[in-house]
């Protein structure tokens, strides 16, 4: 067991499937105390007594990230259970899909309370405890997303580059504080079900683009920055390519990226409406993987052309920058 992760109290919110569960059994084998947050509490327990297998000791509190007062009592029972708040994990999330005027105004909304604002909540509620206590770790999960927009998801994107600046501003709010870290996550596609939840306008089935991470690469970045905190983690190459892409060919990724989706949409199984996990909780899809990894050739085959492709734009743009300097 990890001496730095060992009895350390941390919260996880979103816990209850995917990338979240996939961090809470992960802590769970380092010896931590947790308490497991979101809003399904039969999926939250069966997370539990996987932690607890694993001899964790752990609370499970049902909340809303919406609701300001309920991530409150989180963090009162958080502290209660044991002794302290070492690291909190900004985890929770919803996605709606579909042309912004086919998304209910009350769906964008609700991305916007849970993604953004849930994680504002969040640490308006425990830095005083990290103050009180002069540490703690707050880990935001934010996504590729918040360096990459994705068009027909104007909300989540809304809510991904809003996490990036609101981090930024707290870390800078948070200078002298030698022991309190703020600590950005910014993980490619996962392998989650977290398409099947989400809010679906498109008329289309949905799925993630390749290449798909495997969410447990995510849990061990996250023990990763517990043990040694940093500001910035990207996982996955292809993470790291979009974020390139979109600094460097803002124009050209934005097209390329709109074109790929329109194309993909047009052959896509068709689909009924539905709002997803958005306004609530649903039943389904409570396991760390959603059966969207592709076979490790055809990743691997994704990951080349991915990477081909950005090298070849980049080389472009570099050509046509010494062309235009030579005829000045």
């Not at 309370?113 to 703690?136: D, E, R, W």
């Not at 068709?270 to 990894?293: C, I, K, R």
Request: hydrophobic share 45%; charged share 15%; glycine share 10%.
């Amino acid at each position: 067991m990890s001496s730095s992760i060992q009895h350390k109290t941390i919260v996880v919110t979103g816990a209850s499937s995917g990338v979240g569960k996939a961090i809470a059994l992960q802590l769970a084998t380092k010896g931590a105390t947790l308490i497991l947050a979101a809003r399904r509490e039969a999926a939250l327990q069966e997370t539990a007594a996987a932690c607890m297998a694993s001899g964790s000791k752990v609370l499970v509190v049902t909340v809303n990230m919406q609701n300001v007062e309920e991530i409150r009592v989180l963090a009162e029972k958080a502290y209660q259970f044991g002794g302290a708040i070492d690291v909190w994990i900004n985890n929770a999330g919803v996605l709606a899909a579909g042309p912004l005027e086919e998304v209910p105004p009350e769906v964008s909304e609700a991305v916007i309370k849970t993604n953004l604002l849930g994680y504002m909540h969040s640490a308006h509620v425990v830095i005083p405890y990290f103050k009180k206590q002069t540490q703690g770790i707050l880990i935001n999960n934010i996504s590729v997303g918040g360096w990459f927009p994705t068009p027909y998801a104007t909300a989540y994107t809304a809510s991904k580059f809003g996490l990036r600046g609101f981090s930024e501003a707290l870390k800078g709010e948070l200078i002298g504080w030698r022991d309190i870290h703020v600590c950005d996550l910014y993980p490619g596609f996962l392998d989650t079900p977290g398409m099947q939840h989400a809010a679906n306008y498109t008329g289309k089935s949905l799925k993630p683009a390749p290449p798909v991470y495997n969410p447990w690469q995510v849990a061990r970045a996250v023990v990763r920055v517990i043990e040694n905190p940093v500001d910035t983690t990207t996982i996955g190459l292809g993470a790291a390519l979009l974020r390139i892409a979109w600094n460097y060919l803002p124009v050209i990724s934005r097209l390329a990226t709109v074109l790929l989706i329109r194309s993909y949409l047009k052959q896509a199984p068709t689909l009924a409406a539905t709002s997803g996990n958005v306004l609530g909780p649903v039943h389904y899809g409570t396991s760390v993987d959603g059966g969207w990894q592709l076979a490790p050739a055809t990743k691997k085959k994704a990951m080349i052309w991915a990477a081909a492709g950005i090298v070849g734009v980049l080389a472009g743009l570099i050509i046509n920058s010494k062309k235009a300097g030579a005829h000045r």
